[in-house]
């Protein structure tokens, strides 16, 4: 059974500073992985998703990251702002509809 | 607004009662599903469906039933709540992009407390 783990759980930075955000996952035999950000209250919106045949995609500041040998992925923000608030969810497609497993959620905080 | 819509946002039961939560999309999406989140765990699947008159069980679907007669509508039926159900409940709809991409549009979600 797939597993999938972020850590860690609640993260605070100042302003301005980059970052990374890390999933790992159990079973390295995935179709794809995905990133989501949750904000509080609402539902999950879609950020990126890498295909196991990539290493990384990149959207604005955002760049997400696949080592799949190694059962990891990292989520990289530049230059982070307040609006950056929000728990940050990775998702991991092992096979199918039904086997989209998500982690647990790392709640980022950008203090001003 | 195209999207997902959730209906109630909080519900508080008591032990025993039924209900149902309601969930419905407007863009024509094959793939409904309901997920309960719940701290620590991640979202977990209860139930799934790949088109209307279609419905699968997911990680955790026991003490829950769904329906899909319209590829609108997926309504998650809690048939006696029990405590251990307290959770946040979100709807999803998608559909197959390509290479097991499922352009996902969740639901803003249902904040249950049984009692």
């Known amino acids: 059974k797939q597993e999938v783990t972020q850590i860690p759980a609640a993260l605070s930075v100042p302003e301005g500073e980059n970052l990374v955000l890390n999933c790992s996952f159990t079973?390295?035999?995935?179709?794809?992985l995905q990133w989501f950000r949750q904000d509080p209250g609402k539902g999950l919106t879609s950020l990126l998703l890498?295909?196991?045949?990539?290493r990384e995609q990149t959207s604005g500041r955002l760049n997400a990251s696949l080592d799949k040998s190694s059962g990891r992925s990292t989520l990289y923000i530049a230059a982070s702002q307040p609006g950056d608030s929000a728990t940050y969810l990775c998702?991991?497609?092992?096979?199918?509809?039904?086997?989209?497993?998500f982690g647990t959620g790392t709640k980022l905080q950008v203090i001003p | 607004n195209a999207g997902v819509t959730q209906t109630p946002k909080f519900q508080v039961l008591k032990t025993g009662q039924s209900m149902t939560l309601q969930c419905a999309q407007d863009?024509?999406?094959?793939?409904m599903s309901w997920y309960r989140q719940d701290p620590g765990m991640g979202l977990r699947l209860i139930h799934y469906?790949?088109?209307?008159?279609?419905?699968d069980q997911g990680e955790v679907p026991n003490g829950y039933n769904v329906s899909r007669s319209t590829t609108e509508d997926f309504p998650l039926r809690l048939l006696s709540a029990a405590p251990s159900q307290t959770s946040v409940y979100f709807c999803?709809?998608?559909?197959?992009?390509?290479?097991?991409?499922?352009?996902?549009?969740f639901g803003s979600g249902t904040r249950l407390t049984v009692v």
């Open positions: 998702a991991v497609n092992s096979g199918g509809y039904q086997k989209v497993t």
């Open positions: 890498i295909q196991s045949s990539q």
């Open positions: 469906s790949v088109g209307a008159g279609i419905t």
């Open positions: 999803a709809s998608s559909y197959s992009r390509d290479r097991g991409d499922y352009g996902y549009t």
């Open positions: 079973d390295s035999a995935i179709y794809n």
């Open positions: 863009m024509n999406h094959e793939y």
